[in-house]
Every structure is written in structure tokens, then in C-alpha cells.
């Protein structure tokens, strides 16, 4: 099976000084929900549009990825077929500076595993990047 990793954001400085911020660990949580839930009812457009405040990408760059995301999550629906939820995983930290969320976007034969990493800069914490793909053996890894 093809992997998809569908968006991996990782670009340091460009557009960060206009990034929204989030304070605390509960509003990163509660924002991740709220995109989560998006995804999970398979609203990708307003996911995006509720991440794309908070990314340290350019909006034309972000929006470009956001209709290559949409495109790749409808040539896999056929293949795992729609979304029907989702289901908070777990939260990992690597110092006092990053934190990721994990997650699943379900659908009706296949859990997708999406991940969002903060960064805490001076003015709080930022959406550095997120990632998804088909791969949900990798939530595995280390176990």
C-alpha cells in the first residue's frame, strides 16, 4: 500500500510572526478538537480554515496544500470509504518547547492518524506543523 503522508509543514521563520498564538495546553488541546472534529465529519475545508491562523506557513502555501489534502483524502475515502469520527490518541512532549497531539480520523474500514506539533515561542504556543497519512501501524512504534 502506497504511504500518505499528506502534509508535513515544518518551515521554520517564514510567516511566524504572524501565526495566532495559544497560551495553554488546554486551549492547544481544546483547538485540536475543534479541528478534529471537522475532519471527523468530514469537513476538511473548515478544518483547514481553522488551522490556518495558528501555522507558521504562508497563506498561499497553506492554501495550496490544503487542496492537495482535500484531493488526497477523497482518492483514499474511496478506498477506506467516509469519515465517522475521531478519537483523541495521545500527548507527547520533547522538552519544555514542543508537543504533539495524536489522533485517528475514522472512517468505515480505516483509522487515519493525524498529528499536530506546537511549538512555544516567545508569544506562545504556534501549529508548527501537522501531519496525516494512512499509516496506523506507526502509532504503534515503540509500544
Same mark, same amino acid.
Given at each position: 500500500?502506497?504511504?500518505?503522508? *499528506?502534509?508535513?509543514?515544518?518551515?521554520?521563520?517564514?510567516?511566524?510572526?504572524?501565526? #495566532?498564538?495559544?497560551?495553554?495546553?488546554?486551549?492547544? =488541546?481544546?483547538?485540536?478538537? =475543534?479541528?478534529?472534529?471537522?475532519?471527523?465529519?468530514? #469537513?476538511?475545508?473548515?478544518?483547514?480554515? *481553522?488551522?490556518? /491562523?495558528?501555522?507558521?506557513? /504562508?497563506?498561499?502555501?497553506?492554501?495550496?496544500?490544503?487542496?492537495?489534502?482535500?484531493?488526497? =483524502? #477523497?482518492?483514499?475515502?474511496?478506498?477506506?470509504?467516509?469519515?465517522?469520527?475521531?478519537?483523541?490518541?495521545?500527548?507527547?512532549?520533547?522538552?519544555?518547547? *514542543?508537543?504533539?497531539?495524536?489522533?485517528?480520523?475514522?472512517?468505515? =474500514?480505516?483509522?487515519? /492518524?493525524?498529528?499536530?506539533?506546537?511549538?512555544?515561542? /516567545?508569544?506562545?504556543?504556534?501549529?508548527?506543523?501537522?501531519?496525516?497519512?494512512?499509516?496506523?501501524? #506507526?502509532?504503534?512504534?515503540?509500544?
Amino acid at each position: 500500500m502506497r504511504t500518505l503522508v *499528506l502534509l508535513a509543514i515544518a518551515i521554520l521563520g517564514q510567516g511566524f510572526a504572524y501565526a #495566532d498564538t495559544l497560551q495553554t495546553e488546554s486551549e492547544m =488541546r481544546a483547538f485540536a478538537d =475543534r479541528v478534529m472534529a471537522k475532519v471527523g465529519s468530514g #469537513d476538511l475545508a473548515a478544518a483547514f480554515a *481553522l488551522m490556518k /491562523p495558528y501555522t507558521i506557513v /504562508p497563506a498561499a502555501e497553506f492554501d495550496a496544500m490544503t487542496l492537495a489534502s482535500k484531493a488526497q =483524502r #477523497d482518492q483514499v475515502g474511496a478506498r477506506f470509504g467516509p469519515a465517522v469520527g475521531y478519537e483523541y490518541i495521545r500527548k507527547s512532549t520533547a522538552g519544555e518547547s *514542543l508537543l504533539k497531539f495524536t489522533y485517528i480520523e475514522k472512517t468505515e =474500514r480505516h483509522a487515519l /492518524p493525524w498529528m499536530f506539533y506546537f511549538y512555544h515561542s /516567545p508569544k506562545g504556543w504556534v501549529l508548527n506543523s501537522f501531519v496525516w497519512n494512512d499509516r496506523m501501524v #506507526d502509532l504503534f512504534v515503540g509500544s
